[in-house]
């Protein structure tokens, strides 16, 4: 059977969790996260840390590096 392609709209927490249980079900599927944000997904709720300079804006990050990777995802920013 040929691949379905899948698209999630956003990178937050419920879009995260989404890519996981797919590829946690044993789907295959081509996946694409769109978001109009910028950056790699990171914790909104982390912002005012950032700003205190309690917290960097690495240490906010939902995912490591090669998450993406990792998943056989593409994160498609700016969108």
Known sequence: MA????IIVGSGTAA???????RKAGCDDEVK????EEH???SPMSLPYVLLGKLTA????????GFFDEM???LIKGR
Request: overall charge positive.
């Open 40 to 42: 790699d997904p990171y």
């Open 3 to 6: 691949k379905r392609k899948q």
């Open 33 to 36: 996260l769109f978001t109009m």
């Open 58 to 65: 690495g240490q906010i990050r939902m995912v490591p590096d």
């Open 16 to 22: 995260l969790n989404s890519l996981r249980q797919i």
């Open 72 to 74: 056989d995802a593409t």
